[in-house]
């Protein structure tokens, strides 16, 4: 499973765009980029899953470049109840070696402010 | 479909007791997963199972066991409770060709004292 970098926090305001960046270097061939979102006190919800270039949905945006070293989650027109920790997860949903393990970093805490 | 379902919601135990957190899904999924979460932190894999009557360790598998008979259910039990595994604790399941979409229950509050 590759390893994901991402900040610890971001600070925004309702009404603005956010996006959050991920690292992967040592992404594989056969990797997916997933994203999950918390609440406080809440469980992960899935947010949006990617391979290449661009994938929306009506929560979020998420860019993939072309070598796929890095990945972005952009939340458009933020409101107070987009705070949360936001993780970047990467893996194979796929094969043999699909086992569903999910590997959580820290993610990233965003505060959205009035 | 109720989901991903936990209980219970809060627990405290005194070092030492056994106790089992109960897990259910109700979606049919082969895929099912138990994270600790601690303070200021991402989760942490437990125990996993990719279905009925198997199961494996993730990264902190140390002091907990589980059993998958069934596919709805996936206990996580904790034989001799330390200050430690106090935490917040996720159970998580996912269909086999989607397994990275996952569903989390509540969660169970759980503390040692």
């Known amino acids: 499973l590759a390893k994901t970098t991402q900040p610890i926090s971001m600070d925004s305001y309702e009404g603005q765009e956010v996006n959050i960046t991920c690292s992967h270097n040592n992404i594989a061939t056969n990797d997916y980029i997933t994203w999950y979102q918390q609440f406080p006190s809440q469980g992960p919800r899935f947010i949006i899953q990617?391979?290449?270039t661009k994938v929306t949905n009506e929560v979020a945006s998420l860019f993939i470049p072309a070598d796929r070293k890095s990945s972005t989650l952009s939340l458009p027109r933020v409101s107070l109840s987009d705070t949360a920790v936001y993780y970047c997860l990467v893996g194979s949903p796929h094969g043999s070696s699909n086992t569903g393990k999910l590997i959580f970093g820290q993610g990233t805490t965003l505060q959205v402010k009035p | 479909n109720a989901g991903v379902t936990q209980t219970p919601k809060f627990q405290v135990l005194k070092t030492g007791q056994s106790m089992t957190l109960q897990c259910a899904q109700d979606m049919n999924h082969e895929y099912m997963s138990w994270y600790r979460q601690d303070p200021g932190m991402g989760l942490r894999l437990i125990h996993y199972?990719?279905?009925?009557?198997?199961?494996d360790q993730g990264e902190v598998p140390n002091g907990y066991n589980v059993s998958r008979s069934t596919t709805e259910d996936f206990p996580l039990r904790l034989l001799s409770a330390a200050p430690s595994q106090t935490s917040v604790y996720f159970c998580a399941s996912t269909k086999r060709e989607a397994s990275y979409e996952q569903y989390f229950g509540p969660g169970t509050r759980l503390t040692v004292t």
């Open positions: 199972s990719v279905g009925a009557g198997i199961t």
């Open positions: 990617g391979y290449k």
